[in-house]
């Protein structure tokens, strides 16, 4: 178990800033989420953090000490890859005891060792199977296992689900945070999904062209992204952004979108130039009796909830109704907005303006 | 394509490659008076394996044997191990201006033997490597070498990069992860690779003919040899040529096996 640290750590190939001045820190024991769309550098940030590539500038410290010069064995991490990497030529027993064997450790240990680890990932009838011979999930678990005998000071994991069908996928998401409440290693985990981080992490830091736009739990991420691109990242159905102008009339405030226009009281609406676009997720897009009149166009039932889409010339909004709903295609109805799910971001530069409640 | 002109396809291509070979096996089996009558003699009653026995005791067929055993196996082995290593580096380590180097590897197979043969003479004569095994072992070398490394270095990058990370990760140092993980699933491209330069090597005729005298006369120069100025002994020459042929036959059903075994098969998912 250890502590992680990184201090402005770049990492360049040629003119390409892969890994741009991160600074982020991990408590011993936590679990944090690499958050980003592909090529936003943040397997290169675990490949780093491992010692498999070499930072270009800055410091990783790992317990307080600079282990920029370490190899990954001597650094103690175990890295559980997208694609498995499991030895083809081995049974399952020799990928998970390889570590062991190169440590040169008694065969009985290994053998002890190994069978523990196969029990507490159900692999005790496929020890002697070779990974071809494995399904997905069975080859994800191998390689979760092998991470696991080592007992490291940290667990990296470079989107290990992505290879899964939906239904393993999250099946295997609750094995790895039920793992790490076990363990309580600390770990650092990569993902393109978002719901994936929420779901799995103590705290989540989201990557945007090699840097990182905010660290914060998944809490914070979601109800205070710092940015229009965190905000839209995070949450599906993503927040729906309006573009339009403030208005003022009898003494209220309205936010106008081609035709339509919703109110919002003064109180939440900041101060200050600039012109703002308005975000809402989809549970604070109010359908009701009152509002702005709206068409309904896309109906969206999935289970707990539905997703109605409505619109308007010059916009769209899709709410999140509890239960099934009882409005048609092309049917009038009204759209408010709940007050406090408005965020504000600057239309120059993208950032959250934050509103007297926060 | 329909599947029976497929097969017909298959079998005339078989009759076709197999034939000469038959062919020789029969007369080999055969006296040389049958052989020179028209039609030639073929009843069953007239097989022998006298041509067998004369050959294996012509010391010319069982030096040049001998001397193809050796040269063929030095070059495979030695095509393997400088193939491989530099397969590996060109795969796997950031040399500088390496697709140009895999390109003039690659310009090297472009000049036929005949165009290089007389300055090649010239070098090795005035290096003394006339009728040396050093010399035909250089030979081969330098064109099976560009082939085994183009073969192995496609192979080098099929191999998923993350199985040396996780070898590394798991505490293997280079030299490990070579030993342990590259190299026990590269056995099969491996054995691939040094079969063709063993049958290469063994079936050369051109520079050999040019290259040795008698110490290091391989078995191909010896097989000719049958055929002589006054009398050709034809018998004995496809017997000794149906000979040679057994240890490449032998390996080239070996091989078949190794390259079809799908080794790297589940290393990776997808």
């Known amino acids: 178990m250890a502590e992680v640290e990184l201090i402005k750590v770049t990492k360049r190939y040629g003119s390409v800033v892969a890994c741009s001045e991160l600074d982020f820190h991990i408590n011993d024991g936590e679990f944090v989420t690499l958050l980003g769309p592909s090529g936003c550098g943040k397997t290169t940030a675990l490949n780093l953090i491992a010692g498999l590539d070499e930072v270009t500038s800055g410091q990783i410290l790992m317990d307080g000490a600079v282990v920029n010069e370490l190899t990954p064995f001597e650094r103690d991490v175990a890295m559980v890859f997208q694609n498995y990497a499991l030895y083809p030529h081995m049974t399952v027993a020799e990928n998970i005891g390889f570590t062991l064997k190169l440590r040169k450790r008694p065969k009985d240990e290994v053998r002890r060792r190994v069978a523990d680890v196969a029990e507490m990932l159900e692999l005790g009838q496929l020890l002697e199977r070779r990974p071809r011979e494995l399904s997905g999930g069975q080859q994800q678990r191998v390689a979760l296992g092998r991470a696991v005998i080592r007992e490291p000071r940290v667990f990296l994991f470079d989107e290990p689900f992505s290879n899964l069908d939906a239904a393993l996928r999250v099946r295997m998401r609750m094995e790895i945070k039920e793992l790490h409440q076990q363990l309580k290693i600390t770990s650092l985990f990569v993902t393109h999904d978002q719901e994936e981080a929420l779901s799995i992490s103590d705290r989540i830091a989201i990557m945007r062209n090699g840097w990182i736009e905010q660290v914060g739990t998944p809490q914070e991420v979601y109800l205070r992204p710092v940015s229009r691109y965190v905000a839209r990242f995070i949450g599906s159905p993503p927040v729906d952004i309006l573009t339009g102008t403030f208005e003022r009339e009898a003494g209220q405030i309205w936010y106008r979108v081609g035709a339509a226009r919703f109110e919002i009281p003064e109180s939440i609406v900041p101060t200050g130039d600039g012109a703002l676009d308005l975000g809402v997720r989809p549970e604070h897009v109010l359908l009701g009796a009152v509002g702005q009149a709206v068409t309904v166009a896309v109906i969206q039932p999935v289970g707990p909830v539905t997703y109605v889409t409505v619109d308007w010339m010059g916009g769209r909004l899709t709410s999140r109704v509890p239960g099934i709903v009882d409005v048609k295609v092309g049917e009038t109805i009204h759209v408010s907005l709940a007050p406090e799910g408005i965020l504000y971001f600057d239309r120059e530069s993208d950032q959250r303006i934050a509103t007297a409640t926060g | ?270």
């Open chain 2, 1 to 270: 394509m329909s599947r029976s002109v497929v097969v017909v396809g298959l079998v005339i291509f078989t009759a076709w490659t197999l034939g000469p070979f038959l062919w020789a096996v029969i007369s080999s089996l055969l006296p040389q008076v049958a052989l020179t009558t028209t039609p030639p003699d073929l009843s069953p009653t007239n097989l022998t394996l006298d041509n067998f026995k004369a050959i294996l005791a012509d010391p010319d067929l069982v030096k040049g044997l001998y001397n193809s055993t050796i040269v063929a196996a030095s070059t495979a082995v030695l095509a393997l191990m400088l193939g491989s290593t530099a397969a590996y580096a060109l795969s796997r380590l950031h040399v500088p201006g390496s697709n140009r180097i895999l390109l003039v590897v690659l310009a090297t197979q472009m000049f036929p033997g005949i165009v290089i043969i007389i300055p090649l003479f010239i070098v090795i004569s005035r290096s003394g490597l006339i009728d040396t095994y050093i010399a035909l072992i250089v030979v081969y070398l330098s064109f099976i070498l560009p082939i085994v490394i183009w073969v192995l270095k496609g192979f080098f990058d099929a191999i998923p990069l993350e199985l040396e990370r996780a070898a590394a990760i798991d505490g293997a140092s280079p030299f490990q992860t070579f030993r342990l993980v590259v190299l026990p699933i590269s056995l099969p491209p491996l054995f691939a690779t040094g079969v063709f330069a063993f049958i290469e090597s063994w079936n050369e005729f051109f520079f050999a003919v040019i290259l040795t005298r008698i110490n290091t006369e391989t078995a191909p120069i010896a097989i000719q040899q049958f055929a002589g100025q006054y009398t050709s002994r034809y018998g004995q020459m496809v017997a000794a040529a149906v000979l040679a042929s057994i240890p490449v036959i032998v390996l080239a059903v070996v091989f078949r096996k190794y390259i079809l075994k799908g080794f790297v098969e589940g290393a990776v998912k997808g």
